[in-house]
């Protein structure tokens, strides 16, 4: 819906400038490059995967130095615009782009024709990034406000869950699928701390990524970065530094778990011990945001008086 919005809006600028092309750059959400966030061509020729670091050719440039740009009888020896696909780019005789007023992006206009670009032209450009940048906002802050309302929606979803599901095992389960679920991290399980804390086992998954000898296997305490959750009773999210003390996998190098690139382990801590850690992973790289680690905390914090709950009942 985003896309298409800011799609139609460059199909305006594209109309008003009688331009060939108008592309959108924006940052990426996971580095530091810029993306297509949105564009509009006469042709087919627009690279869609493009990724652009700053300074990296016109558009980079702009980006970097948050200036614009008006090229006009287009040198294609000294420049290169980079988002056209082959020898398309030959084409282009004339250029003019603007940064967006955060810096954040930039708004890039060519034409095929002999035409010269104007000041006055310029100016009109920039007045549209303008637009393009309120637009991109206001996208942005809806997304964050679905994602949020998502997150209190499975909150409430988890409450219910003590009164609906009271056996552990099925309470467990549903659990794990709904945090899975909520976070989009398609991975999802809790480790368990042996009776005595010698070592850890697989209590349960949110999908079925784990084979009979994996469920029945006792892992220890010194074994990946759950284990590493366990001894420390501190939570860790990939990128972190003890990530490169400890290593990358999260249950050990041998055990038949696939590779994910981004996760958060958070202990459950009960009468001051980490009597289980809860797992959320994902193979792809991934930026871990303030709303996904907050939902998990606030997840993990309802897991672990469910916990207590059964360790009071049981003890009664």
Avoid at 97 to 105: A, F, N, Q, S, Y
Avoid at 162 to 188: D, G, M, N, Y
Avoid at 226 to 242: D, K, L, M, P, Y
Wanted: glycine share 8%; aromatic share 10%; hydrophobic share 40%.
């Amino acid at each position: 819906m985003g896309t298409n919005s800011l799609n139609k809006l460059l199909a305006i600028v594209c109309s008003v400038f009688d331009a060939y092309s108008t592309v959108l750059f924006l940052p990426d959400k996971n580095s530091s490059e810029y993306i297509l966030g949105a564009q509009f061509s006469l042709g087919n020729e627009i690279r869609e995967d493009l990724r652009l670091a700053p300074g990296q050719g016109l558009v980079g440039w702009m980006i970097r130095n948050r200036k614009p740009l008006l090229i006009n009888n287009f040198d294609r020896k000294r420049s290169r615009l980079g988002y056209y696909t082959g020898d398309e780019e030959l084409k282009v005789k004339a250029f003019m782009g603007c940064p967006l007023k955060t810096g954040e992006g930039a708004l890039c206009v060519d034409s095929r024709r002999s035409y010269n670009f104007s000041d006055k032209e310029l100016k009109i450009l920039d007045m549209f990034s303008g637009l393009a940048c309120d637009i991109s906002d206001g996208l942005t802050q809806v997304e964050q406000d679905l994602v949020e309302h998502r997150f209190y929606r499975s909150l409430q979803q988890i409450q219910g869950l003590r009164r609906q599901c009271p056996h552990w095992s099925v309470f467990l389960k549903a659990f794990l699928e709904i945090v899975s679920e909520a976070t989009r991290f398609p991975v999802c399980f809790l480790a368990a701390r042996d009776e005595r804390g010698e070592g850890y086992f697989i209590e349960g998954s949110s999908q079925e990524i784990f084979d009979a000898k994996s469920l029945e296997r006792k892992y220890s305490m010194k074994s990946g970065l759950v284990g590493w959750v366990f001894s420390n009773r501190q939570a860790v999210c990939s990128g972190e530094s003890v990530c490169s003390a400890v290593g990358q996998t999260l249950l050990g190098k041998d055990a038949a778990l696939p590779l994910c690139k981004t996760f958060i382990c958070l202990p459950l801590l009960i009468h001051k011990k980490a009597r289980g850690v809860l797992v959320l992973a994902h193979p792809e790289a991934m930026e871990i945001n303030c709303a996904t680690k907050g939902f998990a905390e606030m997840a993990t914090d309802h897991l672990t008086l469910f916990l207590e709950n059964l360790y009071l009942k049981s003890r009664i």
